[in-house]
Nanobody
Framework: QVQLVESGGGLVQAGGSLRLSCAASGGTLSTYAMGWFRQAPGKEREFVAAITWSGPNTYYEDSVKGRFTISRDDAKNTMYLQMNSPKPEDTAVYYC??????????????????WGQGTQVTVSS
């Protein structure tokens, strides 16, 4: 059973930067595809970014392309989301997730098997 713990959230000014981390335990991160999702108040959880095992290949939601970067350090069993030039509309609880890969679709939350508890990101204007 993989446990995921996010950290690095907080208050940031628009145009600043923030790096989220997702530390995994109870499993080897290199065997999982990983993703970041977010949920703003009153909205459904939405895809932000994903990274696969090989390549690795990366995927981004259109509104964060060019601003956010997903990466992984398998030696540290940790995944990251570098958020540059965040906007107030990026305010949400950010969740990391891991997929064993069966029927994996990077943008679909239902194809991820393990989730963290979330970390709040608030972007002030």
């Amino acid at each position: 059973q993989v446990q995921l713990v996010e950290s690095g959230g907080g208050l940031v000014q628009a145009g600043g930067s923030l790096r989220l981390s997702c530390a995994a335990s109870g499993g080897t991160l290199s065997t999982y595809a990983m993703g970041w999702f977010r949920q703003a108040p009153g909205k459904e959880r939405e895809f932000v970014a994903a990274i696969t095992w090989s390549g690795p290949n990366t995927y981004y939601e259109d509104s964060v392309k060019g601003r956010f970067t997903i990466s992984r350090d398998d030696a540290k069993n940790t995944m990251y989301l570098q958020m540059n030039s965040p906007k107030p509309e990026d305010t949400a609880v950010y969740y990391c997730a891991a997929s064993r890969g069966y029927y994996y679709a990077p943008r679909l939350a239902g194809t991820y098997n393990y989730w963290g508890q979330g970390t709040q990101v608030t972007v002030s204007s």
